[in-house]
């Protein structure tokens, strides 16, 4: 008897390498989500004080020299609803990470990632990283042409025209903007 399967429009988040549940030393931030905020696992995310509320709180894409996240979760999920808190993995650890929110763009190995701070998604950027810092930096791209099809991998989520269910693959490298101009 077949009941039935819900299909996701986009693949989950997927740590390769870095996360340890049981470790202590790895840096994911549980926080509750900004009021009327809607962030999908995979998605870029950052922790925003509420002076109001007197909290931290996520929001989608990230702003000024806050530390960027990726959401491990999507914000409805059941574990969020449960316990109002919401879990994202901060790129200032190391991690090797499969998201299918990125940008247009051509995606070479070792070519550096920033954000979209509107809808959240990583994209390829041409800062040059060596001498000038004028982008943040989350990540690089860690597999050869880094966008790849799981489509045979993933039978939850709705392929695309092509049949195809793609991913950025890339591990998290923060480097923060220098505002000093040094």
Same mark, same amino acid.
Request: net charge negative; charged share 15%; hydrophobic share 35%.
């Given at each position: =008897?077949?009941?039935?399967?819900? *299909? ?20 994911? +931030?549980?926080? &509750? ?42 914000? %409805? %999920?059941? =574990? ?19 998201? &299918?929110?990125?940008?247009?763009? +051509? ?15 990583? *994209? &390829? ?6 001498? %000038? ?25 709705? &392929? ?10 890339? *591990? ?5 903007? %220098?505002?000093?101009?040094?």
């Amino acid at each position: =008897m077949n009941i039935g399967t819900l *299909k996701r429009d986009k693949a989950q988040l997927v740590v390769l390498r870095g996360w340890d549940p049981n470790g202590t030393t790895k840096r994911e +931030t549980v926080a &509750p989500l900004a009021s009327g905020v809607k962030i999908k696992s995979g998605q870029v995310c950052y922790l925003s004080w509420n002076s109001t509320l007197g909290i931290e709180e996520f929001k989608l894409g990230c702003a000024g020299l806050a530390t960027p996240h990726i959401a491990k979760y999507d914000w %409805d %999920d059941t =574990m969020i609803a449960g316990s109002g808190l919401f879990s994202a993995l901060s790129c200032a650890d190391a991690y090797e990470l499969q998201t &299918p929110y990125y940008a247009a763009g +051509t995606y070479l190995y070792n070519t550096y990632l920033t954000f979209d701070s509107t809808t959240g998604d990583v *994209k &390829p950027t041409t800062a040059d990283v060596a001498s %000038d810092i004028t982008t943040t930096v989350l990540g690089q791209v860690s597999k050869n042409n880094g966008i790849i099809n799981v489509a045979s991998s993933t039978s939850n989520v709705t &392929p695309d025209a092509n049949g195809a269910v793609n991913v950025l693959q890339f *591990k998290t490298v923060y480097l923060r903007i %220098d505002t000093a101009g040094s």
